[in-house]
C-alpha cells in the first residue's frame, strides 16, 4: 500500500514552461519554495539516474538538505524522484522518506499538474503532511504558474 498525498492542479501555463522551470537549477531558485522561504542551492542532473539535490534556507536561519535522484524523465511531461539515492544509483545514508512523481497535461490550453508523493510508512506521510504538504505545496504551484507566465 502506498502512503500517498497528491497535489491535482489546472494551471494556466503551457506544459513545456512548467517543466522548464522545474529542470533549470537556477529558474527552481525562484519558485520552489513558499516565500520567506528560498532554495540557496540546486543542482539538477535530470536523467534517470542523476542528481536532484537542492537545499532550502528559512527566514531564520534554518537549512534544509534535500539531496535525491531522478528515476524517470519524460521531457516536457513527467518527473519521477526520491530522496532514497543521492545520484547514479548511490543509496542515502539513512532510511529514505518519498518517491515524487510530476506530471505535465496539456488540457485546454492549460496543465494538468499532478504532484503525487507516495511515502515508505504512514507515519512518514502523517510526518509530511504537518510539514505543511498541501498548503506548502500549493503555494509552491501557484508561484510556479506566475512565473511560467512571464516566460
Not at 537542492?54 to 539531496?67: A, C, Q
Not at 513527467?78 to 510530476?102: C, R, S
Amino acid at each position: 500500500m502506498a502512503f500517498e498525498l497528491v497535489l491535482n492542479r489546472l494551471l494556466d501555463a503551457p506544459a513545456d514552461k512548467l517543466y522548464r522551470l522545474w529542470t533549470d537549477p537556477a529558474r527552481l531558485k525562484d519558485w520552489f519554495c513558499p516565500r520567506p522561504w528560498t532554495v540557496s542551492h540546486a543542482e539538477l542532473d535530470v536523467r534517470p539516474g542523476g542528481v536532484c539535490n537542492f537545499t532550502m534556507t528559512g527566514p531564520n536561519g534554518e537549512v534544509v538538505s534535500n539531496p535525491g535522484q531522478y528515476l524517470e524523465v519524460i521531457p516536457g511531461r513527467k518527473l519521477v524522484f526520491t530522496d532514497a539515492f543521492t545520484g547514479d544509483w548511490n543509496p542515502k545514508e539513512g532510511a529514505p522518506f518519498m518517491v515524487a512523481t510530476v506530471t505535465f497535461e496539456p488540457e485546454d490550453g492549460k496543465t494538468r499538474y499532478v504532484a503525487r508523493v507516495r511515502h515508505w510508512t504512514e507515519a512518514d506521510m502523517k510526518k509530511h503532511e504537518a510539514m505543511g504538504y498541501q498548503q506548502g505545496w500549493n503555494i509552491v504551484a501557484d508561484q510556479l504558474e506566475a512565473l511560467a507566465r512571464t516566460i
